[in-house]
């Protein structure tokens, strides 16, 4: 076993026991602790796995924003979740496998991970991409280049929207705060 799959496979098991700590915590700040965690690891992962644009997204929005936006949330709310009746528990498990089951036979149908005869890998458009990158943007890394030029416009739309459900969730938590003191001027 060659030393990145031994660091893929030790951080896959580290997203696992992460991922069942988060199922098992009942108080909500681990869990915003171990959401970005989880976040964290993930982002690792992708960088091991040369996809830096993903992990870079990973990093701020998963580990960074989100974090910080659930313990503003936390803020709102009780520190301890509420319990929930057994068969609202069995029903989200049920729907939980329901989707696994999917997701797996749908992963069934992907190429094999690093394969050569992939449709990204014989896009008309990857040999231009890859021969121009540096003479056109100047800039070395070629996924880089591609998200930050040809791609421009996606990028920024991703941005817009990434900033627009922050302005969004900042608004809600504003009007709740606005309720509470309002309620408490009240006699």
């Given at each position: 076993?060659?030393?990145?799959?031994?660091?893929?496979?030790?951080?896959?098991?580290?997203?696992?026991?992460?991922?069942?700590?988060?199922?098992?915590?009942?108080?909500?700040?681990?869990?915003?602790?171990?959401?970005?965690?989880?976040?964290?690891?993930?982002?690792?992962?992708?960088?091991?796995?040369?996809?830096?644009?993903?992990?870079?997204?990973?990093?701020a929005v998963g580990a960074g924003v989100m974090t910080v936006l659930f313990l503003a949330t936390f803020g709102l709310t009780r520190a301890r979740e509420k319990s929930v009746p057994r068969s609202r528990t069995a029903i989200g498990l049920v729907v939980t496998g329901l989707t696994g089951a999917a997701l797996?036979?749908?992963?069934?149908?992907?190429?094999?991970?690093?394969?050569?005869?992939?449709?990204?890998?014989?896009?008309?458009?990857?040999?231009?991409?890859?021969?121009?990158?540096?003479?056109?943007?100047?800039?070395?890394?070629?996924?880089?280049?591609?998200?930050?030029?040809?791609?421009?416009?996606?990028?920024?739309?991703?941005?817009?929207?990434?900033?627009?459900?922050?302005?969004?969730?900042?608004?809600?938590?504003?009007?709740?705060?606005?309720?509470?003191?309002?309620?408490?001027?009240?006699?």
């Open positions: 076993m060659t030393v990145d799959i031994a660091l893929n496979v030790l951080l896959l098991s580290f997203l696992a026991i992460t991922g069942l700590a988060i199922a098992r915590v009942r108080n909500l700040f681990p869990v915003a602790m171990l959401t970005g965690l989880y976040s964290l690891l993930s982002a690792s992962l992708f960088q091991l796995l040369d996809a830096v644009d993903v992990a870079l997204t990973e990093a797996f036979y749908a992963s069934l149908d992907m190429p094999h991970f690093g394969a050569a005869d992939t449709p990204v890998q014989e896009h008309p458009l990857r040999e231009r991409y890859l021969e121009t990158v540096r003479e056109e943007i100047d800039v070395p890394n070629a996924v880089t280049a591609v998200l930050a030029s040809y791609r421009g416009y996606d990028t920024l739309g991703e941005v817009t929207v990434v900033l627009t459900a922050g302005v969004g969730v900042l608004m809600l938590l504003g009007v709740s705060r606005r309720g509470r003191h309002d309620d408490d001027k009240e006699p």
